[in-house]
């Protein structure tokens, strides 16, 4: 049983180009939580989904940034025009319900140049 | 709101010494406090939480920690550390009620270095 996979592992891009990054879930979750650490910083909420829904985004900045997780395929955050602020390590977590227990994958880190 | 002080960026111990991870907390709501681990190249991975009842909660690879709500305090213990123990570690809290009580907040980690 393959935990929560998240592709690419580092991804580089330069200012003003879009970041995609991809979660797939642990068989069996439908929820899916979106964390970023800055540097220096503990990981801070982003964006909490489920199949095709948006349940609380209130952690993601108002621009360039979304999210989604369809009803086929993985959950995916795009950052549009990126910067330098972006740079950080992007985690995602998976769960059978809102209240039960998260399995963190290993992250993607982005750096902007 | 809720927030998460790890009183140590990094920690470092010789092998077989014991450890303390320290945490405190702030919350205005009652809290379910969580540590978590990451080894290098992994994801995170819950060692051990406080849900209810006994203040001393037990976990993985040996580790323990304590519920202290007067002190507002979640400290980590392992009495005798391996080279293996080598990784971050993350304090974490979320609400245990109200309808937002599925987001963790994490303090920003200690590093542990365990040396020969």
């Known amino acids: 049983n393959a935990g929560v996979m998240q592709n690419p592992r580092h991804l580089v891009r330069r200012r003003g180009q879009e970041a995609r990054l991809r979660c797939s879930p642990m068989?069996?979750?439908?929820?899916v939580y979106w964390y970023r650490q800055l540097p220096e910083e503990g990981l801070k909420f982003m964006v909490y989904l489920q199949k095709e829904n948006i349940i609380d985004e209130s952690g993601m900045p108002k621009e360039r940034f979304s999210a989604e997780f369809p009803k086929e395929g993985p959950s995916i955050l795009r950052i549009q025009q990126v910067v330098r602020g972006d740079s950080a390590a992007y985690f995602c977590?998976?769960?059978?319900?809102?209240?039960?227990?998260?399995?963190f994958g290993s992250g993607t880190q982005l750096s902007v140049l | 709101a809720q927030s998460v002080t790890q009183l140590d960026s990094q920690v470092p111990v010789f092998e077989e010494a014991p450890v303390e991870l320290r945490c405190n907390y702030s919350s205005s709501v009652s809290v379910y406090l969580f540590w978590y681990v990451q080894y290098p190249n992994q994801g995170l991975q819950l060692l051990l939480k406080y849900l209810s009842g006994s203040t001393l909660v037990k976990g993985i690879n040996g580790f323990e920690a304590e519920f202290n709500k007067s002190q507002t305090s979640f400290h980590l213990r392992k009495p005798s550390v391996h080279i293996s123990d080598t990784a971050e570690y993350f304090c974490a809290v979320r609400s245990n009620s109200g309808g937002s009580n599925y987001k963790l907040t994490f303090g920003k980690g200690t590093l542990l270095t365990v040396n020969p």
């Open positions: 977590a998976s769960s059978t319900g809102p209240n039960e227990k998260l399995f």
């Open positions: 068989k069996g979750h439908s929820h």
